[in-house]
């Protein structure tokens, strides 16, 4: 039932849409928020979008992806498909990178994503004696020019180990006080990988920022970093403010060695980000027979109370060969990778590309309720379930109630001309 509601002088009006619960309302948008939901058919409003029964829902929100090395698959011809390649083969290639080049790369994917109804983004940009801070002197002058779409954190990111690159930890710091806005580390590129969390921990610590490892990206628990990062969260009051990367050692564990990570994972308020592009491709590579998945343990860690959310991670380099920065791409390979098709998992998995990664990034919260910021997606599909299982296209995103991409699609089909005469 369609209720009246008052009249207002609204920014955007987003007039018969289908909201998430599956009720039709139009929706008012106004100073960056939606402030009215219900029949405000007729209501002025700047720009009124009729939107015939299309589904809204709140923003994509990406919190992995790597701005600073996507698109280099070209460069970096990969043979054995490996992890241990990969991390070889882009570091050569990061030398020589320069300012401009990792702009250039990192605003297509930015537009990639941005098109696909991304409305807020984490990137991580490497920082090293390799490729010092061109990484991060590229991407900064982003954020300001991708903010009327696109929200953009940028952790600074030790991907090839603190203590085996001397030299990367005053590199971090110097990154956090130019305006990097949290850490990264690696651990299992550290031989010493709690001395590595350490370091993190200490520079988090240091600059009041969160941290986000990459951590645990192995087939088989062997390094199990992920207890060390439970157990430092906590000692540092950081809880709420870590999040983890990969974690398909956890893929490894039987249930009774699993439920106590869970348990400390869910209690330090740490969110695990699944990234099942690169992880299907990377992991299980030495199985010459029942290959493994190779995902973290999705549904285990959720059913524990988790916060797991999936992730792009790389676009077309040696970490993964694929991609186009579309999130519900992500969607559909964790359906199918983490066994999760059931009605109810089926809308866990549009929440893990949502409103999970929000939390998980701290943004404030947005989508189709009243009082929330308006970054939402009106997609070109009536049924929730069209927009992961079917890859519904957006048809227009709005980012702080304001209108940013507007997509046409026509297709003509002569063929059905030619059979009729
Ligand atoms: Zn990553």
């Not at 009729?50 to 600073?68: A, K, M, N, Q, Y």
């Not at 498909?81 to 297509?108: H, N, P, S, Y």
């Not at 600074?156 to 130019?178: K, N, S, W």
Request: charged share 25%.
């Amino acid at each position: 039932m369609r209720q009246k509601a008052g009249t207002m002088h609204f920014d955007l009006l987003l007039h018969d849409c289908r909201l998430p619960d599956g009720t039709l309302a139009d929706l008012g948008c106004r100073d960056g928020r939606v402030v009215a939901v219900g029949d405000l058919a007729g209501q002025p409003a700047e720009r009124t979008l009729r939107c015939e029964g299309r589904v809204v829902t709140p923003g994509l929100v990406e919190s992995h992806i790597h701005l600073d090395k996507a698109l280099l698959s070209d460069r970096t011809p990969s043979a054995e498909g490996t992890l241990q390649e990969a991390i070889r083969i882009t570091g050569g290639a990061k030398r020589r990178f320069t300012v401009e080049d990792i702009r250039v790369r990192a605003r297509t994917v930015l537009d990639m994503a941005v098109r696909h109804g991304t409305t807020a983004m984490r990137s991580h940009v490497e920082v090293d004696p390799i490729v010092e801070l061109r990484g991060l002197e590229a991407l900064l002058p982003l954020k300001a020019e991708y903010a009327p779409a696109l929200d953009l954190q940028l952790c600074a990111f030790a991907q090839e180990g603190v203590f085996r690159m001397p030299g990367t930890e005053q590199l971090l710091g110097e990154a956090l006080r130019r305006g990097a806005d949290l850490i990264g580390g690696c651990p299992y590129t550290d031989a010493d990988g709690h001395a590595q969390i350490d370091v993190i921990f200490r520079l988090a610590r240091d600059f009041g920022a969160d941290a986000d490892f990459h951590v645990d990206f192995f087939d088989e628990p062997e390094h199990l970093h992920l207890r060390y990062i439970i157990e430092q969260t906590t000692r540092w009051g950081w809880q709420g403010r870590v999040a983890v990367g990969h974690c398909t050692e956890l893929g490894a564990l039987p249930p009774t060695d699993l439920a106590p990570i869970a348990a400390g994972l869910k209690e330090a308020g740490i969110g695990v980000i699944t990234l099942p592009a690169t992880d299907l491709y990377l992991m299980g590579r030495k199985d010459t027979h029942r290959i493994r998945r190779g995902l973290a343990p999705v549904k285990r860690l959720r059913d524990a109370g988790v916060n797991v959310v999936a992730a792009t991670n790389n676009v077309r380099n040696a970490f993964t060969p694929v991609g186009n920065a579309n999130l519900l791409l992500m969607g559909f390979l964790l359906t199918v990778g983490a066994h999760m098709g059931t009605d109810r998992e089926r809308r866990e998995v549009l929440d893990m590309l949502t409103v999970d990664p929000a939390r998980l990034l701290r943004l404030p919260a947005c989508g189709p309720a009243p009082g929330l910021q308006a970054d939402l997606v009106v997609w070109d599909a009536t049924r929730l379930d069209d927009l992961v299982a079917g890859q519904a296209a957006p048809w227009v995103v709005v980012k702080r109630g304001r209108v940013t991409v507007e997509h046409e699609r026509t297709a003509r089909e002569p063929w059905r001309l030619a059979s009729a005469n």
